[in-house]
């Protein structure tokens, strides 16, 4: 194919316009060793109001086994990342109902450490300089090429413990996945070690159901049902439940009849 024909059949993508090197990034990088030696995949919020756009980044993610929610405008990515924790945002500076700078700034108001890669158009240095300051950990000028993309988030995910976005919350609880310590409403939850492995994997995964299956093979490890865990699953969530939600606190672990559980507050 020559060059010229090339051009021409890619130019009605969103890849064509988005990305200048449309290719999957596993034919450039094997995976990180974060996806392939974390028990739990990357948590990712990609925010861009180009639907294309935020489709293509989002597919070539879960490509990396990562785990991505997408949001399309300020509104929407201020009320994910008040909602759950994430350990990567990607952040276009334009959105419909607000400036991406906006909602990066608030969100560190309130304490949240969680890397930010910030897309734009605006490459001139005040306007790089401007989300730096804002609190932005790194800065992706469009149009860029997927795989720089990739090794962006990459390397912002292998920053030490102060920027890997290690506290995860939902509503009043959070869990300090490196000191292992839950706290909710102010008070600390005394769970075992094994309470802590599943609280976590249920806030990564806060809003989704969860099956036994899952827990079964990503928590307990067994790759083979030998024989079903099912009965010790279902007594370590009633007693987390517990934990977790008692003294007439707003229930957050739901069980879904004949499904499994899930993390989340409940729709108003």
Request: charged share 30%; glycine share 8%.
């Amino acid at each position: 194919m020559t060059h010229a024909t090339a051009e021409t059949s890619c130019a009605g993508s969103a890849i064509a316009r988005i990305f200048s090197e449309p290719v999957f990034p596993r034919q450039i990088f094997p995976l990180s060793p974060l996806a392939t030696l974390s028990p739990f995949p990357p948590r990712v919020l990609v925010v861009e109001d180009e639907q294309k756009t935020r489709e293509s980044v989002a597919e070539g993610l879960r490509l990396e086994a990562w785990s991505v929610a997408t949001a399309a405008t300020a509104g929407e990515a201020a009320e994910y990342l008040e909602r759950e924790g994430f350990d990567l945002v990607v952040l276009d500076r334009m959105l419909p109902g607000g400036d991406g700078l906006d909602v990066l700034q608030r969100t560190r108001a309130r304490g949240v450490e969680t890397p930010v890669l910030m897309l734009t158009a605006r490459t001139a240095l005040d306007d790089r300089v401007l989300g730096l300051e804002a609190g932005a950990d790194d800065y992706l000028a469009k149009p860029f090429a997927f795989v720089e993309l990739l090794a962006r988030c990459r390397a912002l995910l292998r920053r030490p413990v102060l920027g890997t976005g290690t506290v995860l919350r939902c509503g009043d609880l959070q869990l300090d996945t490196r000191a292992r310590v839950a706290v909710r409403a102010g008070g600390e939850i005394p769970l075992t070690p094994r309470e802590v492995d599943v609280l976590e994997y249920l806030l990564r995964a806060q809003g989704q159901i969860v099956t036994r299956e899952m827990l079964e093979r990503d928590v307990w490890k067994q790759t083979h049902r030998f024989t079903s865990l099912d009965n010790v699953i279902d007594v370590q969530l009633m007693r987390l439940r517990k934990k977790v939600d008692g003294d007439g606190t707003e229930k957050l672990i739901h069980t879904v009849r004949g499904l499994g559980y899930r993390l989340g507050k409940e729709p108003a």
